[in-house]
């Protein structure tokens, strides 16, 4: 989740049909801090996952390390993200598998990333 605290939280929650409800097994698990509040964050794989925010950064984070590795600076709050994994025929082979990231910014900015 994404919040105005300046972080982005990754929660451990209980799945659906497992015996008994435990409020301990449901709770925060990580946490990952940006430079003003945090607006938005989307998973691109259950490694890694991009966050942006009110600091005009989008972050890409891998979870195991809890560490962002890449970013990028804006000229504009950060306010939306959406992330996917294409694969894509009749590219050059290292596009084949990438991730794609497109972002939003107040003002009404889109951009579009590759990996």
Same mark, same amino acid.
């Given at each position: 989740?994404?919040?105005?605290?300046?972080?982005?939280?990754?929660?451990?929650?209980?799945?659906?049909?497992?015996?008994?409800?435990?409020?301990?097994?449901?709770?925060?698990?990580?946490?990952?801090? =940006?430079?003003?509040?945090?607006?938005?964050?989307?998973?691109?794989?259950?490694?890694?996952?991009?966050?942006?925010?009110?600091?005009?950064?989008?972050?890409?984070? =891998?979870?195991?390390?809890?560490?962002?590795?890449?970013?990028? =600076?804006? $000229?504009?709050?950060?306010?939306?993200?959406?992330?996917?994994?294409?694969?894509?025929? $009749?590219?050059?082979?290292? $596009?084949?598998?990438?991730?794609?990231?497109?972002?939003?910014?107040?003002?009404?900015?889109?951009?579009?990333?590759?990996?």
């Amino acid at each position: 989740t994404a919040s105005g605290d300046c972080t982005a939280r990754l929660w451990r929650v209980q799945r659906t049909g497992e015996e008994a409800y435990d409020e301990a097994e449901s709770c925060c698990a990580m946490v990952f801090s =940006h430079g003003a509040a945090c607006c938005c964050c989307a998973f691109l794989e259950p490694e890694s996952f991009v966050t942006g925010g009110l600091d005009r950064t989008l972050r890409l984070w =891998h979870v195991p390390s809890g560490k962002a590795t890449s970013w990028a =600076h804006f $000229n504009d709050a950060v306010t939306a993200v959406a992330a996917t994994r294409v694969k894509m025929k $009749n590219q050059p082979r290292k $596009n084949k598998d990438g991730r794609r990231v497109a972002v939003g910014l107040r003002g009404g900015q889109i951009f579009g990333y590759v990996s």
